[in-house]
């Protein structure tokens, strides 16, 4: 722990029911779970997306949510896995079916790439479903290396 605390950004998604229920109590539970990590400062409405990349699949239902911590970046992502891990995920084919996406969007202005995790998300700039959700909360939160808002990023998708 640094005990600085960050501001970061995480995208949600689910399109498989679990013991939570559908993608809706997937939802809730991976946020009453990211509550034990800081403190819940936003929640974006839930959004019913088509799926990308692997299209043989249900809906997804999307959001996005700021959180405050403590933690350093990879221990984020390590408890982030974790919740996924205890939800139910299974990894089986990628960009497939799953009870609970979380990812680490943006962490403050961090930049970082290494084996683990990459900040900040590589693809955010490309995917409608993250950055529709994350413009309500977050929508002028600037790209560390794109130097534009989320806002502007989600524009230039349009």
């Known amino acids: 722990m640094t005990g600085l605390k960050d501001l970061v950004a995480i995208g949600l998604g689910s399109n498989l029911a679990s013991n939570f229920g559908h993608r809706e109590g997937n939802l809730r539970e991976a946020l009453r779970r990211l509550a034990d990590l800081g403190e819940v400062k936003a929640v974006s409405n839930f959004h019913d997306t088509e799926p990308v990349g692997y299209i043989d699949q249900p809906r997804f239902l999307n959001a996005a949510a700021v959180l405050e911590t403590s933690l350093t970046p990879t221990e984020l992502m390590r408890a982030l896995l974790g919740i996924e891990h205890e939800m ?3 990894r089986v084919i990628a960009k497939g079916p799953r009870v609970i ?3 680490l969007l943006l962490c403050g202005d961090r930049v970082m790439n290494t084996a683990e995790l990459t900040l900040p998300h590589p693809e955010m700039q490309e995917r409608r479903f993250v950055l529709e959700p994350l413009n309500e909360i ?4 600037v790209h560390p ?4 808002t989320v806002e502007e990023m989600l524009r230039r998708l349009e």
């Open 138 to 141: 977050a929508g002028d939160w």
């Open 101 to 103: 996406d979380l990812d």
């Open 88 to 90: 139910g995920r299974e």
């Open 145 to 148: 290396v794109l130097r534009i």
